[in-house]
């Protein structure tokens, strides 16, 4: 029988997600910190930028990191083309756009779908993610991205 997750982020609720996916893994985030979802293009490139930054841009007047959202997960940089998207997020109060493969879906779902992440080891690092959703066509992770930009991090970007 599957476990779910006992927080208090998840009380009975039904949560409201964006799915979107980085190479061949679907993952998510709840709506409340999405703004808006843009096609990509190009940034400027900043010079001595932490490795995940790819730049930044304008988003009506305010300049903006963009994140490679998959190096910032570990996985291998992704390679922008005409399906990528920007996905602009609100994190510690800053807003910040994450490149993604491509948006798949918005969903809404009940909380207790959303099962904990296994322990894998001890020296494993698991505070990126909320829960693992099962689904019909796969599994998605569920992002937090408050603990995957922690505060001091954000204000270092948008300095």
């Not at 066509?137 to 992002?143: A, D, N, Q, S």
């Not at 930009?149 to 954000?154: H, M, P, Q, V, Y």
Request: charged share 20%; glycine share 6%.
């Amino acid at each position: 029988m599957a476990t779910t997750i006992n927080s208090t982020s998840f009380n009975g609720e039904t949560l409201e997600i964006i799915a979107f996916r980085l190479h061949d893994q679907e993952f998510c985030v709840k709506t409340t910190t999405i703004r808006e979802i843009r096609g990509w293009a190009p940034s400027t490139p900043i010079p001595h930028a932490p490795a995940d930054v790819i730049g930044v841009m304008n988003l009506r007047g305010s300049v903006i990191p963009i994140i490679d959202l998959a190096y910032k997960l570990g996985m291998k940089s992704t390679v922008a083309n005409e399906r990528s998207a920007i996905v602009v997020a609100e994190v510690h109060n800053m807003v910040i756009g994450m490149l993604v493969d491509r948006v798949s879906d918005i969903l809404t779902i009940p909380s207790s779908q959303v099962q904990p992440v296994p322990e894998i080891s001890a020296s494993f690092d698991k505070s990126f993610s909320e829960g693992i959703i099962a689904n019909e066509h796969g599994m998605i992770c569920f992002l937090n991205l408050a603990k995957m930009f922690k505060g001091t991090e954000i204000e270092d970007l948008a300095a």
